[in-house]
């Protein structure tokens, strides 16, 4: 798995939109983006995940650069609930990928602000 | 997706003994993975547990330590033995969603050794 890059930490105004950034310089052709988060306590939650175009679900949007070496996860309207370890993780996204081993890096601390 | 259902949530338990986590999922699954989060810390893969083989561990865990069953399909145990304060973490299984590479969390066992 490529090594993914994020800041350690960031605050957001509640109601606000949260940027978070991740860089992936390593990534490969056939290696998608995928982006957890874990709310203290709990096991990981899958948010949302794209190759190289944007992406957007009910939980956020995803963006993709042209050269795919970064991206940036968009919490358009941040809570409380919101504050959490927000994962980048990069990965071969077929089926098969589903028997590869996931590396977790250290991840950004979202803390939202009332 | 599928849903892991992951007991005991927590426990507390006297050094130099041993416990079992225990990981149920509601669909057949290939692989599982089990994974340590040490305090304040990010994930780390301990082994892969594949049905009718033995686990796959990552360097830095051994089996002797942490024991895995796999007796089918849906199901998957990791043993901590001969516990120590060091051994107080969280606990995860996690399976593959088995679409675009995406992965479940169990909800994550909360071990306190004393």
């Known amino acids: 798995d490529a090594k993914t890059t994020q800041p350690p930490s960031m605050d957001c105004a509640e109601g606000r939109a949260a940027n978070l950034p991740c860089n992936h310089s390593?990534?490969?052709?056939?290696?998608?983006v995928y982006w957890y988060r874990q709310i203290h306590s709990q096991g990981p939650q899958y948010i949302i995940h794209g190759l190289k175009n944007n992406e957007t679900n009910e939980m956020a949007s995803l963006i993709i650069t042209e050269d795919r070496k970064s991206s940036t996860l968009i919490l358009p309207h941040a809570t409380l609930r919101d504050t959490a370890v927000y994962y980048c993780i990069v990965r071969v996204g077929s089926y098969s990928g589903g028997y590869q081993k996931v590396t977790f890096g250290t991840g950004t601390k979202l803390q939202v602000i009332p | 997706s599928a849903v892991i259902s992951q007991k005991p949530s927590r426990d507390i338990c006297q050094r130099g003994t041993s416990l079992t986590i225990q990981c149920q999922v509601d669909s057949q699954v290939t692989m599982m993975f089990w994974y340590r989060q040490q305090p304040g810390q990010s994930l780390t893969l301990i082994a892969t547990a594949n049905q009718g083989s033995e686990a796959t561990y990552e360097s830095g865990f051994v089996i002797d330590k942490f024991p895995i069953s796999r007796p089918n399909l849906t199901f998957s145990t990791l043993t901590v033995s001969n516990m120590s304060p060091e051994d107080s973490s969280i606990y995860l299984c996690s399976v593959s969603t088995g679409w675009s590479g995406g992965y479940t969390f169990g909800s994550g066992t909360r071990l306190t050794v004393v």
């Open positions: 390593t990534i490969s052709g056939n290696e998608y």
